[in-house]
């Protein structure tokens, strides 16, 4: 396993540290205030004063001077940090032969999904093929082209709470009112079920007394007549809800929607954008759960840093889809191909083993905010695995009613004011969510940790009000 000496040379060492009087700082503010006049409202950059110049590890520094603790992973993109020394290696060595491709074969474009294909769970390692984008909004898009092209049925089933990304297809199965606003009507023939939500149960249950009452409904749903669900092409779940607020659900849960696909006759894809890669501690997070999935959506990670998703699908389904249907100009770009194959091989290189340490240090990270949670007043639930931790914030946890995001967002400010970088999710947007590049070290995870329990600890009256 890789040591802390060796991870420490890969991050700005002195992070975080804030050198201006105030953030943002002026060079900051100067490109804010160009944004706001150039760019188009709809993007986060227009509304969060922060931009990054330069990049390391686990850290970032703006054009100031500023040096952050990046606990949001560039939003879990960076799982094996920025600007690592073989990912930049890759791209001088690609940048000096040749870039597009036109869509066209080159030897990464294979080597890549070779290697994909050897990182499948179950039945599909070895045993797939893969439909290269360029975001994971449209890989989903393709997904979900791609299921009804090969089931010839037209109903997508997705889960209450789940985030999969915002163009036309993707964004409707995303019930997040957020991204949705002002953007109606959405593309049709799409049912939403309840995700295993255990702290905030749909039907007020407790697990394990309830018995799964979350699963068996998924089942009467699919496989009952007249339920609304009748031509079901595929069920899309994140097996851990990202911007859902980190929510793992109990191992059951999982194994009874694929019983239930398997009934209807329905694909089953999971959505491992934001949780796969080696972010739980797996390199997909469904195999916490001894499920296999028809296919697996992937992006962030894989490209780290280039725009690099795709879709992985079980082999025996390649003959049920028409040929060169789907071009896409700059997919499969060699520049991008290069990069997400170096960042693959990082990832499953078994001497550094970041994926395995990932398990064990998320597991320390998440102990610790765990024995702290027993006295918090406002820290009601501690949830997922590996580098993939969610902390939702309540006003009272006996209620479990959630704080306000505003008040979370005022944690997540005064953090981003010292340096370090959270991002808040979940459904009321009160989970404050830690997904750091899996190259954090022990020292800057830990003095990330403590830092976002003192701010919550210091805003506790805030939150509970």
């Keep these: ?88 290696e890759a791209v001088q060595r690609q940048s000096q032969k040749i870039m597009h491709t036109s869509g066209l074969l080159n030897g990464n474009t294979i080597a890549l999904a070779k290697k994909l294909a050897s990182t499948m769970p179950g039945n599909m390692r070895d045993n797939s093929f893969t439909a290269f984008g360029m975001s994971g909004s449209g890989a989903v898009d393709i997904a979900i082209k791609y299921a009804r092209a090969i089931t010839h049925k037209s109903q997508i089933v997705a889960f209450e709470g789940a985030y999969h990304g915002v163009f036309y297809g993707s964004l409707a199965i995303s019930p997040r009112d957020t991204f949705r606003a002002g953007f109606g009507p959405f593309m049709p023939g799409v049912v939403h079920m309840p995700y295993a939500y255990c702290y905030r149960c ?56 694929r019983e239930a696909c398997d009934k209807k006759g329905a694909l089953l894809i999971a959505d491992e954008i934001q949780s796969g890669a080696g972010r739980t501690g797996k390199m997909w997070a469904i195999e916490h759960y001894g499920v296999v999935p028809d296919m697996i959506i992937w992006a962030k990670s894989i490209g780290g840093d280039q725009p690099v998703s795709g879709i992985t699908i079980r082999a025996d389904l390649w003959d049920k889809l028409p040929v060169a249907a789907q071009p896409l100009t700059f997919a499969e770009n060699a520049l991008s191909m290069a990069v997400a194959l170096a960042n693959v091989e990082i990832l499953t290189d078994p001497e550094t083993d970041l994926i395995g340490r990932a398990a064990i240090v998320g597991q320390e990270a998440k102990d610790k905010i765990m024995a702290a949670a027993k006295d918090s007043k406002v820290i009601g639930d501690v949830r997922g695995k590996g580098l993939m931790i969610g902390l939702e914030l309540v006003k009272n946890k006996e209620t479990r009613e959630p704080a306000s995001a505003d008040a979370v967002g005022r944690v997540a400010k005064k953090l981003q004011d010292r340096g370090v970088r959270v991002m808040p999710s979940g459904r009321h947007r009160t989970t404050v969510r830690l997904m750091p590049p899996l190259v954090i070290t022990r020292e800057h995870l830990n003095k990330g940790v403590d830092m976002v329990l003192t701010a919550i600890q210091e805003n506790e009256a805030d939150l509970m009000k």
């Design 1 to 88: 396993m890789i040591s802390e000496q060796e991870l420490a040379r890969l991050s700005y060492p002195e992070a975080p540290r804030i050198v201006t009087d105030k953030l943002p700082g002026p060079k900051t503010q100067k490109m804010f205030d160009e944004a706001r006049k150039y760019q188009t409202p709809t993007r986060p950059s227009v509304k969060v004063a922060l931009a990054w110049d330069e990049g390391r590890g686990a850290t970032v520094k703006d054009p100031d001077g500023n040096v952050f603790l990046d606990l949001s992973g560039g939003v879990a993109v960076c799982g094996v940090g920025r600007n690592h020394p073989k990912v930049v």
């Design 202 to 257: 749909f039907a007020g249950l407790k697990y394990p007394e309830c018995g799964i009452a979350c699963g068996k409904y998924f089942d009467y749903k699919l496989n009952t007549p007249n339920t609304g669900a009748d031509d079901v092409a595929a069920v899309f779940i994140e097996p851990i809800q990202g911007e859902g607020g980190y929510i793992d659900p109990p191992p059951e849960f999982l194994k009874m929607v």
